[in-house]
């Protein structure tokens, strides 16, 4: 059993296709073992994705995580971070597969409708950045 944070960011909550893109992960053997709505604000985004602080999007991405409301959820399942990835689609949905999220959702390469870890230590910090173990369950 493997745990990946995932987000579904402002641009999928505002378009309410919560349930749609909950229902592929549940679809696929992935479990929800935490879930809330927040709003962060800039400087937390910028927490968020501090490994690309010196990367030229950071500012415009940070703003957009913290425009609106953003879903956090712990997933859970065998091999979930890498399951989680390949149902999300690659990040630029230009070169997105058929059938995955940011294919059929996604407008652009930021505004890419969701997130997830990328490997085993960027979960654990991800998580550790939304959910306390209580809440994990
Ligand atoms: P995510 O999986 O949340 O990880 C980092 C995010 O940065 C990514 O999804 C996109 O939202 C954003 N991102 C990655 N590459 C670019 C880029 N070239 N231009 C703008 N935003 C990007």
New binding site residues.
């Given amino acids: 059993m493997e745990r990946t944070l995932s987000i579904i960011k402002p641009d999928g909550v505002k378009r309410n296709i919560l349930g749609d893109i909950i229902g592929r992960f549940e679809k696929h053997g992935l479990r929800v073992a935490a879930i809330k709505k927040i709003w962060m604000s800039k400087e937390e985004a910028k927490g968020f ?1 501090i490994v ?1 602080k010196d990367r030229p ?1 950071y500012d ?2 940070t703003d957009f995580m913290s425009e609106g409301p953003i879903v956090v959820m712990v997933l859970e399942g065998d091999n979930a971070i890498a399951k989680n990835r390949e149902i999300m689609g690659a ?1 630029n949905p230009a070169n997105a597969a058929e059938g995955t999220i940011r294919k059929d959702f996604a407008e652009n ?2 505004r ?1 409708i969701v ?2 870890s990328d490997a085993t230590e960027t979960a654990a910090f991800e998580i550790g950045y939304f959910f306390s173990s209580l809440e994990i369950l």
Wanted: aromatic letters at 18%; charged letters at 10%; proline letters at 0%.
């Fill in positions: 994705y690309h999007f415009s991405l990040t390469v930021e890419n997130h997830g």
